[in-house]
């Protein structure tokens, strides 16, 4: 039975234990609700939480545990000599039969033994399947009948439901650090694996970025290189380009719209240079690599340069304006949180307007601007889809915006993308390349929400 | 003060003359300039960009359709005469199309010549064909001027995207083939028209049949799947911060946590779900389920920070009203505090789903980038989605590609603009001075 089906049918149940449990509570209330603990409204929820959350959590294990035991009834049913293979080829023969149960397409030729095999696997998916459905639907009319017998006028009713309720969201709350603690686990365990075939030393210093693997013992010239150098000497450089692009746009707007501006112009001004963070990365790369990169190369070529159709100098510029709402709109705020008093001071001393801007409300405002500047270079160094399209993918350590570099980012995706062995070095380089990539920028942010806090704490 | 504290040496002449204020002036009007200039410089580059976009990607919604005389030969398409529904749908239609075309340039000898001729309509040709005698079988016998799907490069020389007046050699339609295309022209029987096939197909390797749809219901479902696990556990835990948490180490840990995963690059998510969603919990690739999930993640502090927002702008006298009046903390959130902050809470919802319908970074890490045809039915089966498609076009070799990705490119900033223009509206009706 589809999942999804399943999980309608008990939502269904629930709304249905609502209405029971509520006109369950009117009737041993004898008709006057008042004589309840609580109002009917709160049995009826009682009832539907007893019916919906023990049904779906055993769902929930259901479909986590299922797989692995139908995998090992699997195994353990297959012939003799096919469990004596070598985890690596068993787990190849156990993915083949699994495929020819859910009918795709099998990298072997199909014998009786794995048909047999393949048969059975799906038997047993199928009782799994609805013996999951009759187990949580009939859990869930378990439920129901339960918590519909319990309910008397003394049952504290409103109280249960909320603790429920609360539980629950304390359970939601955690989810943001279980992400986090996720991210770092996985990343940090990945890496682990990696540096244990490619030393730390080597990855963070190297020079050279070739992660072709060799396939076979044999093979030439494919022996590996992981350093990170030059990866992250290519994001460096966009990033700057890209801060180059992004800050004087941005805070030039940002001036103009907190000191000159009138309130008009701002209220429109400022969503349309939001609009530019809104526009889909993807768009941006579009637009860098077939509009952007072609006109700077012409542009180049007709002063006589040579300049790579994947210039770093492209990528960075589109960056540089994806990331202009980023500087703008938070040092536009720190700037109208200056107070008031220290621009009359400057006037009332004889100062012009852009005199006060650039030696009193600039620098008042400078922490801020620090902290805005700095989110907005992290969410430069994490961008993804520009450089994938509009960057090279070849490693060169170089410091000339008009040649191809490569991204930390564009390396992720490269190693990632594609059918690859989980495990082989390509793809754990990838992730050792994501934890050095978070904990950049998990510094960067750090420090700016650091220093834009501390400047606030200093007027309010 | 007496003169005398003031050393002579330290006093500077304080230049009052008109020279000096005009100089200052000035610099005051170059400041305010460039506080123009560069947001005139943002503004005109968002306008070019979506200018660009627009100029070569308009064409996109229309494909040319050219007609040919066709000989529906009863013996080809249907030899028992039973006009059953299934043997006509299995007629092999582009046969005839390649015989019509033969018929309609007689001229046409050598095996190139010739493959080059049935190279003027689309591969699918056929099936415009098939549709058009299945509405009306009674054609089968007759000889129709029926109207069919050019091929891309066709599409393109009629669109003007391939210059006639190139020399032969630069361009990819050659000098015979315009010479065709120029007869039927010149019969009236080329013709352009409204793309539909752009809006209700999947995938496809040849640019004249690859639509949207198949991305568009991949981006449907991988949305629901976002919506349905951000919002509540969104809401849930920013009543439990803003409402209920103890100020402690641990709710302080929590909010530093959500502030930090905000700015979390997209990538990172994505590398989350492929070693946490696929590799631990062996969930399917490519599946908008995974998809959904990730980016649940991903949008759940932008959620929680919005509806955070939201409920502090609730003032304390309704709450201290509700509790006065006897209601239990969690009905005062329920019944008055959180109804108040709704349409912030959906404003920051529908800014975290136009969010997370532009994602393509997270997406590629589970596989969600795979080439497919068919239009996804559930959550579990392979999909792609509009930016992830908008990618794969904008890798394609085929040049006609280039404007189908700008077509495509146009309707997600549509949907985006919609979306965002909908939170505006939200705040502007609803917002409330207390």
Known sequence: MNSLLLIAILLVLSSVGYAFGQRRARVVSGGHPSTLHSRPQYYGLYVALWCGIPSLLLMAAWLIIEPHVAEWLLVSNLPADAQQLSPDRLSLLVNDIENLASGNIVSREVDPVLQAAADGYKAVRQIGNAAMAAAAISLAVLGLAFARRRIAPSLRARNLVERTVSVLMILASTIAILTTIGIVLSLAFEAWRFFARVPITEFLFGLSWSPQTALREDQVGSSGAFGAVPLFAGTLMITFIAMCVA???????????????????????????????????????????????????????????????????????????????????????????????????????????????????????????????????????????????????????????????????????????????????????????????????????????????????KYD | MTESTIPTTTLRRVDLSEARLKRRYAAERRFRLYGIAAIVTALGILGLLIGTIVANGYTAFQQTYVAIPVYLDAQAIDPQGSRDAETLRRADYQSLVKQSLRDLFPEVTGRRDKIKLYGLVSNAAGDDVRDQVMDDPSMIGTTQTLWMRSSDDIDSLIKGAIDRRLPEDDRRVKDNEIGWIETLEAQGNVELRFNKAFFTSGDSREPEQAGIWGAAVGSAYTLMITLLLSFPIGVLSAVYLEEFAPKNRLTDLIEVNINNLAAVPSIIFGLLGLAVFLGTFGLPRSAPLVGGMVLALMTLPTIIIAARAALKAVPPSIREAALGIGASPLQVVTHHVLPLALPGVMTGTIIGMAQALGETAPLLMIGMVAFIVDVPGGVTDPATVLPVQIYLWADSPERAFVEKTNGAIMVLLAFLIVMNALAVLLRKRFERQW
């Not at chain 1, 907190?258 to 209220?267: C, D, F, M, N």
């Open chain 1, 247 to 457: 800050v004087p746009i941005g805070l030039f707007s940002a001036i103009y719209m907190s000191e000159y501006a009138s309130p008009k112009i701002r209220a429109t001004v400022k969503p349309m240079l939001e609009i530019l963070a809104g526009v889909p990365t993807v768009v941006y790369g579009f637009f860098a690599a077939l509009t952007v990169a072609p006109f700077i190369r012409n542009s180049g070529e007709a002063i006589g340069l040579d300049v790579s159709s994947e210039s770093a100098l492209a990528a960075g510029a589109v960056m540089g304006i994806m990331i202009i709402p980023f500087v703008s709109s938070l040092s536009d705020d720190v700037m109208n949180a200056v107070p008031r008093s220290l621009r009359d001071g400057a006037y009332a001393l004889g100062a012009t307007r852009s005199e006060t801007i650039k030696q009193v409300v600039f620098p008042a405002a400078l922490p801020g601007i620090v902290g805005s500047v700095l989110l907005a270079m992290s969410r430069a160094i994490g961008e993804t889809m520009i450089v994938v399209m509009a960057a090279g993918l070849a490693a060169n350590l170089t410091a000339n915006p008009l040649e191809a570099v490569t991204t930390v980012t564009v390396q992720i995706v490269t190693l990632l993308v594609g059918d690859q062995e989980f495990d082989s070095a390509k793809t754990l380089a990838a992730f050792a390349l994501g934890l050095l990539l978070f904990a950049v920028t998990l510094a960067l942010n750090v420090v700016a929400l650091h220093v834009v806090r501390r400047y606030r704490e």
